[in-house]
């Protein structure tokens, strides 16, 4: 008998990767998907299973390799958030047309909120634009489930199969029965083909051909054919929902007393949608409504829209979260049933989100005002747990991964043009600098743009997790990697100012910032690797300095300078003495606060 255990979803998700004999996973970290590589890591030292693990520098990459590993006859997956498979889109395209030969998956998890993403695309739509078929599971033990699915549907047609958990899935958790480990022998290697593995044109048209056959034998696939979820039911309203919506919706049915008399259907494969359950529920039904998260993916490939009602008719919101009051009250629109939903309690005022404690971020921020005031300058950033600059004024601009070196070269170039001088400030962390920042940075060199680029380097992908960087050299098991340095690629980009410096040293790093300055005004591009490792990363303890302490002397006057400017959680006003205190607990003894008030009331002490 199988033991079962509660996990979470990204776990199950793992555990049915490794059940199912996947042998090459790769990652680029990304919220909500990022616990998925380390429980596969997890399962692979617990079951001593011969699977290469690995994170890469980024989506495109690692898309790249497991796609490799799966032409060459293994089952391979690639994981990754929604935003990510935008930088994957060019191989994913590629890949769908040329097809796989062990079982390809790619795990995109969408972010419907958005909780902690720019955008909240629906993958699914990538899905369709670059003709693969997607899974859609609603709860964790699903997402498990799916696995095995996906890789069946995979070899079946030889093509990419993307499943699509959401948030709410991701990190959900469920008692899940652990299965057997699927034992597949496959040492037939790579075969070459030219004429499908490095087609040219002719041979593209050809495999596009072939693609479009194949999207119509899996809309008849019975294996992925929506589920009715109210056998024997008689009705002329028909729900039809996926993905977590779908688990809100059973249990919604069941609770307003709907399920013997309105059909409810789960779709498993959003696209394509199976043809004989298009035909059967336009033919059957009178009125259709259909829930899904976060575009109307179904809803658009039912011809009849005079029948439907969703996010095309307005009766379901177009953007955001499904959650169970939402679809409760769409329900009982539609059915006409009587529902006593509660009201929502009001919102919490919550705190917004603030670098933490001793971030060597902050102190980078604090010094580039200092150095290069806001006033006179533009500040590009980037994505990552940094992005909270903003909250500093240090942030003028967030577009996605890499960008901020080329809007940094985009407003030089623009105001060159207008013949005006501005000081540009672009920041970029470590892991995005790998990931997306180097070719920005060759063209800006090889442009001629003139600004400061700081690399905000703590020696981890902070933000998702502390995952490994390029430059740590540890990989996703623990193991010793390569090591790649950061000052070497940017001086082999061509930049000739390239220094490194600890942003807890404000005074040094203020000028180091202000030399870098003068020389991008009058010699091009310089770059400051502001380099202090993170303090949630527990593998960085020797690195970091010995902590300092501090108090507020009988002179602060509460005027609230080091609270706005500096924002550190660590710093709270104090009402009632119209002071500023110091919060012990949260306190890390970073000392840089003692450069921030320009009164001096901040001062250091003797520890107690």
């Given at each position: 008998?199988?033991?079962?255990?509660?996990?979470?979803?990204?776990?199950?998700?793992?555990?049915?990767?490794?059940?199912?004999?996947?042998?090459?996973?790769?990652?680029?970290?990304?919220?909500?998907?990022?616990?998925?590589?380390?429980?596969?890591?997890?399962?692979?030292?617990?079951?001593?299973?011969?699977?290469?693990?690995?994170?890469?520098?980024?989506?495109?990459?690692?898309?790249?390799?497991?796609?490799?590993?799966?032409?060459?006859?293994?089952?391979?997956?690639?994981?990754?958030?929604?935003?990510?498979?935008?930088?994957?889109?060019?191989?994913?395209?590629?890949?769908?047309?040329?097809?796989?030969?062990?079982?390809?998956?790619?795990?995109?998890?969408?972010?419907?909120?958005?909780?902690?993403?720019?955008?909240?695309?629906?993958?699914?739509?990538?899905?369709?634009?670059?003709?693969?078929?997607?899974?859609?599971?609603?709860?964790?033990?699903?997402?498990?489930?799916?696995?095995?699915?996906?890789?069946?549907?995979?070899?079946?047609?030889?093509?990419?199969?993307?499943?699509?958990?959401?948030?709410?899935?991701?990190?959900?958790?469920?008692?899940?029965?652990?299965?057997?480990?699927?034992?597949?022998?496959?040492?037939?290697?790579?075969?070459?083909?030219?004429?499908?593995?490095?087609?040219?044109?002719?041979?593209?048209?050809?495999?596009?051909?072939?693609?479009?056959?194949?999207?119509?034998?899996m809309a008849v696939y019975p294996q992925t054919a929506p589920r009715l979820l109210s056998p024997g039911v008689t009705a002329k309203k028909a729900v039809v929902t996926s993905g977590v919506a779908a688990a809100h919706t059973k249990e919604i049915m069941d609770d307003l007393h709907l399920r013997d008399s309105c059909a409810v259907y789960q779709v498993l494969q959003p696209y394509p949608l199976h043809t004989d359950f298009m035909r059967t529920l336009l033919g059957t039904y009178d009125e259709i409504l259909v829930l899904e998260e976060t575009t109307g993916v179904i809803e658009m490939q039912l011809a009849d829209r005079s029948k439907v009602r969703g996010k095309m008719s307005g009766a379901v919101p177009e953007a955001g979260e499904l959650l169970p009051e939402h679809i409760e009250r769409i329900i009982a629109d539609f059915t006409g049933a009587s529902a006593e939903t509660a009201a929502p309690p009001?919102?919490?005022?919550?705190?917004?989100?603030?670098?933490?404690?001793?971030?060597?971020?902050?102190?980078?921020?604090?010094?580039?005002?200092?150095?290069?005031?806001?006033?006179?300058?533009?500040?590009?950033?980037?994505?990552?747990?940094?992005?909270?600059?903003?909250?500093?004024?240090?942030?003028?601009?967030?577009?996605?991964?890499?960008?901020?070196?080329?809007?940094?070269?985009?407003?030089?170039?623009?105001?060159?043009?207008?013949?005006?001088?501005?000081?540009?400030?672009?920041?970029?962390?470590?892991?995005?600098?790998?990931?997306?920042?180097?070719?920005?940075?060759?063209?800006?060199?090889?442009?001629?743009?003139?600004?400061?680029?700081?690399?905000?380097?703590?020696?981890?992908?902070?933000?998702?997790?502390?995952?490994?960087?390029?430059?740590?050299?540890?990989?996703?098991?623990?193991?010793?990697?390569?090591?790649?340095?950061?000052?070497?690629?940017?001086?082999?980009?061509?930049?000739?100012?390239?220094?490194?410096?600890?942003?807890?040293?404000?005074?040094?790093?203020?000028?180091?910032?202000?030399?870098?300055?003068?020389?991008?005004?009058?010699?091009?591009?310089?770059?400051?690797?502001?380099?202090?490792?993170?303090?949630?990363?527990?593998?960085?303890?020797?690195?970091?300095?010995?902590?300092?302490?501090?108090?507020?002397?009988?002179?602060?006057?509460?005027?609230?300078?080091?609270?706005?400017?500096?924002?550190?959680?660590?710093?709270?006003?104090?009402?009632?003495?119209?002071?500023?205190?110091?919060?012990?607990?949260?306190?890390?003894?970073?000392?840089?606060?003692?450069?921030?008030?320009?009164?001096?009331?901040?001062?250091?002490?003797?520890?107690?």
């Open positions: 008998m199988s033991s079962r255990v509660l996990m979470m979803g990204n776990d199950a998700i793992a555990r049915g990767l490794v059940e199912n004999g996947c042998a090459v996973a790769t990652s680029y970290p990304g919220t909500p998907a990022s616990e998925i590589l380390p429980a596969v890591v997890k399962w692979k030292k617990e079951l001593s299973l011969p699977l290469h693990a690995q994170w890469a520098v980024n989506e495109k990459i690692a898309f790249e390799i497991a796609f490799a590993g799966s032409i060459a006859g293994l089952r391979t997956m690639v994981s990754m958030k929604q935003v990510g498979l935008n930088v994957a889109a060019d191989p994913l395209l590629s890949a769908a047309y040329m097809g796989v030969k062990g079982g390809f998956i790619v795990i995109c998890a969408d972010d419907p909120g958005p909780h902690s993403s720019q955008t909240e695309q629906d993958s699914r739509l990538m899905a369709m634009f670059a003709k693969v078929p997607v899974l859609d599971p609603s709860t964790p033990r699903e997402a498990k489930e799916f696995i095995a699915l996906a890789y069946e549907l995979s070899e079946a047609f030889e093509v990419p199969v993307l499943l699509r958990p959401t948030t709410r899935v991701c990190h959900a958790s469920q008692d899940i029965a652990l299965g057997d480990l699927l034992r597949i022998e496959r040492n037939g290697g790579f075969r070459k083909e030219p004429t499908r593995w490095a087609a040219t044109p002719k041979f593209r048209l050809l495999l596009h051909r072939g693609l479009n056959d194949k999207l119509k034998a009001p919102a919490a005022a919550g705190r917004r989100p603030s670098l933490c404690p001793g971030c060597p971020h902050r102190a980078s921020f604090f010094a580039i005002k200092k150095a290069i005031p806001h006033s006179r300058s533009i500040y590009t950033s980037d994505i990552g747990c940094y992005t909270l600059g903003l909250n500093l004024g240090a942030i003028d601009t967030a577009l996605c991964m890499g960008a901020s070196v080329s809007q940094a070269a985009g407003f030089y170039h623009a105001y060159r043009q207008m013949g005006k001088e501005t000081d540009i400030v672009a920041t970029i962390g470590d892991s995005t600098f790998f990931h997306a920042g180097i070719p920005a940075l060759i063209d800006a060199v090889v442009q001629d743009a003139r600004f400061v680029l700081v690399v905000l380097d703590n020696s981890t992908t902070a933000m998702t997790g502390n995952q490994p960087t390029p430059a740590t050299g540890i990989g996703a098991c623990g193991d010793v990697t390569g090591k790649i340095s950061i000052e070497g690629l940017v001086k082999s980009c061509g930049v000739a100012f390239c220094k490194e410096g600890n942003p807890y040293r404000v005074p040094h790093f203020v000028a180091l910032l202000k030399e870098a300055r003068e020389h991008s005004r009058t010699h091009g591009l310089a770059v400051v690797i502001a380099r202090y490792p993170c303090l949630m990363d527990k593998r960085s303890k020797e690195e970091r300095l010995p902590a300092v302490a501090v108090a507020i002397s009988e002179e602060c006057d509460g005027c609230g300078y080091c609270t706005k400017e500096f924002e550190c959680p660590a710093l709270e006003p104090d009402e009632a003495a119209k002071k500023v205190r110091i919060n012990r607990i949260l306190c890390t003894g970073c000392g840089v606060c003692l450069h921030v008030c320009p009164k001096r009331s901040i001062e250091g002490v003797e520890r107690a």
